[in-house]
Every structure is written in C-alpha cells, then in structure tokens.
C-alpha cells in the first residue's frame, strides 16, 4: 500500500521526492506492473503529469524541447517531432499505452530496449534533471547501464533537448515476436546525409543488443563519405558483431540478437536503389 | 505508514461523482468494484491485452494501468456510457450486425478503443482500424469480423453526420 501525492508545482515535488522512499509516478505504464508484481514497495508515490510545465513540446532556433512527462501520443502528433523520433514513438507499445506513456518514463526507466533512446543517442540530445538546482547532460551521461542513471533522490527528469539537424534521412527497424506490444529482440537506427551517391555523414546506433542503447563510431567512421556497397556493408556488419555484447533471455538469445544486429545495417541498401 | 484515504471528484458517462479511494487502487477498481460498472473487463491486468480500455478525457487508456486518483476532475467514459435514451450506439450495433462478438470478454475493450479513433477521424481505412486496435487481443481471434464491425460503424457514424 502506498500514498499518492499530485502536486502542481516542481519545486513541491522535488521537496517531496527527497523524502525516503518515494518514487516518481508519471504514465505508470512500466510503474504500475513493477508495484502490483511486488518488485518495488514505494511508501510514498508522486504523480508529476499536472505539473505543467513538465508537459509540451517546444521549437526554439536550433533546438526541440519536449518536456518529461509529454506522452507519446502527444509526441506522434506534433508536426515538430524530429521524424527519426517519431517512427520509433510509433512503435512504442500499443496506441492505449502511448496515450499514458511519456518520454521522461521511456528515458529513466534506462531499459537497454528503450524505443525512444535510439533515436535521442543519435540525435545527441541533452536531459536537464532538476533538483536542488537545474543541470544538463548529454543522454549517453545520464544513462549508466540497464535500469540505472544518474538521477538521485530528490532528482528528476524534467526536460530533453534535442538539436534539430537539418537535411539528414533516417532510417528505422525494430525486431520483435510482433508489430504491437512488443519489447524488442534488437532495433536500429540510422540518420544520414547523401550527397549523390555518397554517405556524407551516417550516425548509427542499437538497441536491446548491449547494456545500454550503443552507437558504434567505428562503423560510422568506416561508412562516411563512401558509396554504398554489398563489400562495406559486410565489413561494417562484422564490425558491429564485434561491438555489441548482448545477453540471453526469454526473447533472444544472445547469438540470435548479435547476428541480426549485424544483418540489420544491410537495410542501408535501400538508400542506393 | 499511514494510508490515506482521498477523496476524487469526476464525471462518468456523463455523471459528476464523488468517492474516496486509496492511493493505490487503480482506475478499473474504481470502475468495477466501486462504481459497480462491470461492463469493463480486466484481462491481464498488466496493459498488455486492451480488455480494461475505457476513455478518460477522450483517451483510450487500460484502467489497470492507471492510479484511480489520477482521474480527479477528469471524464470517464466506459461502454454503459455509449447507449443514448435507450438506443444503442452505432458501434454497438455495428458489433452486433457483423457478428462481431464471439466470447464477449474483449468486446467493451475494442469498442472503446475503436470510439477514440473513429471519434476523432471523418474518415477510416480498415489498416488504421487494425493499427489502432493493435492493443487489443480477441483470444477466440474472431478480429475479420471485428474489423467488419468497425468499417459497418464507421458508416453509420458518416451517414448520421451527414444527416445533421
């Protein structure tokens, strides 16, 4: 059993927060199944979605804001979404979950397999935590390994920067038992630039194969400014199966997850057809 | 600890309510066990399977992921709430007209989900329908016929718009 706290105002809840177990209630979509299943009994739970100014999203010059607690519905609707963001959001659980579910929940929830984390890794967004006072960091900072970050008591996400990159394409794929509901064995995500038929610049980053969301610079590196081909597309895949080091579990095994993280890249191909 | 008790106003079908809930009860406890609305189904109980969908201001969401006190001073509308003086809803029967009910336990779910879209879209394909129904899960898998019904009440819904 536990009380439920939904003040509005941020400086309240932080004060709250920084009182012994408490915890940050947002969606509650992951929250929810983790209390009733026993594995977390919080005393004290902060309901932070009618603080407004956690909520929206935001264009300034160069950047997109989207407060922690916008859910993912909100985000699929917004014509300012950056469009890498808003494919993965749309693989995100089921529309009834991404109407409960927020970006600040998917991020500190720090899962390996976090569908908006690949696209933010590649963005090189920033997270702004507030606590006693405010701090930005870059996101591959604020996440520490599955299921930890930096966030202290009495600290939370409040907002996630995202620079706007213009003239980029993107591309990407998650793998999963299904469409819909899925947690997935594997994902990628690719932004790139051409110029003819050249890779000017290509970022490329996996899910569910590591402890954390990863980018590997070194098949960036090997991909930019080349033409793509079937040869560099199986030197970059090796390099990838190399990279990634992932684990065994009830979705994959961890061979399976490796060699269709390095099969992924070959979806490159459609960018020379 | 002390557990509080919290007293939550909102509307449901239509209705202004008031009742006290502890902070841990979710939002199909207070739909089902408190309201007495047993119309709303719990599957799963964990957000995978869509039985439990019920829409709060306008939203489909599973009531067994929701805390019932976030609902203060919101609007519920569960499948009690679809009937008008007596008169079924054309979802309702749409359902009824394609064969759409097999068991029956999915049913509220889909109809309320298949309200958020087809509420908020003059027009429908049958691929949206079955996007927006991805959360839902028919285990007699009768989901043609579900689809059937949705299209059959997106019709109705267009016809009696274009009447007013």
């Known amino acids: ?273 | 600890m002390v557990i509080k008790l919290k007293v939550i106003s909102f509307t449901i079908n239509g209705e202004k309510r008031q009742v006290t809930m502890r902070g841990d009860e979710r939002l199909i406890d207070l739909i089902r066990d408190e309201l007495k609305l047993t119309g709303t189904k719990e599957g799963c109980g964990q957000g995978e399977c869509g039985a439990c969908t019920v829409l709060v201001d306008g939203k489909a969401v599973p009531s067994c992921l929701m805390l019932a006190v976030k609902v203060d001073g919101k609007e519920i509308l569960t499948i009690e709430g679809l009937k008008r003086n007596g008169i079924l809803h054309p979802l309702q029967k749409a359902f009824i007209e394609a064969g759409a009910v097999q068991c029956g336990f999915c049913t509220p779910g889909m109809i309320m989900s298949l309200m958020e879209l087809l509420s908020n879209q003059d027009e429908v394909t049958p691929e949206e329908i079955r996007a927006h129904l991805s959360g839902n899960i028919c285990r007699c898998t009768g989901y043609s016929k579900i689809i059937d019904a949705a299209m059959l009440a997106h019709k109705m819904l267009k016809e009696m718009r274009n009447h007013v």
């Open chain 1, 1 to 273: 059993m536990f009380n439920v706290v939904a003040p509005e105002n941020l400086q309240i809840a932080i004060d709250i927060l920084s009182g012994e177990n408490t915890k940050v209630i947002a969606g509650g979509t992951d929250l929810m199944v983790r209390v009733r299943q026993g594995m977390f009994k919080p005393d004290v739970l902060v309901d932070i979605t009618r603080i407004r100014s956690l909520r929206g999203i935001k264009k300034t010059d160069d950047h997109i804001e989207i407060g922690a607690t916008t859910t993912h519905s909100d985000i699929l609707k917004n014509p300012d979404t950056p469009p890498l963001l808003k494919e993965a959001v749309s693989k995100i659980g089921s529309p009834q979950i991404r109407n409960l579910g927020t970006i600040g929940g998917n991020i500190v929830n720090a899962s390996p397999a976090g569908d908006t984390l690949v696209p933010l890794y590649l963005y090189e967004a920033t997270v702004e935590i507030t606590g006693k006072g405010t701090k930005e960091l870059p996101i591959e900072e604020f996440i520490k390994g599955p299921g930890k970050t930096v966030l202290k008591q009495g600290e939370i996400l409040s907002n996630i920067r995202i620079p706007i990159l213009k003239g980029y394409k993107h591309i990407f794929h998650k793998v999963g038992e299904r469409d819909a509901m899925a947690i997935s064995v594997a994902s990628m995500g690719i932004l790139y630039k051409t110029d003819g038929d050249i890779l000017q610049d290509i970022r490329v980053a996996f899910g569910s194969v590591y402890p954390t969301v990863i980018r590997i610079k070194e098949v960036e590196e090997l991909l930019r400014n080349q033409r793509i081909s079937k040869d560099i597309l199986i030197e970059a895949s090796k390099i990838i199966e190399k990279n990634v080091k992932p684990i065994s579990d009830v979705r994959a095994t961890a061979m399976y997850r490796k060699k269709v993280a390095g099969r992924l890249i070959f979806r490159l191909l459609e960018i020379s057809r």
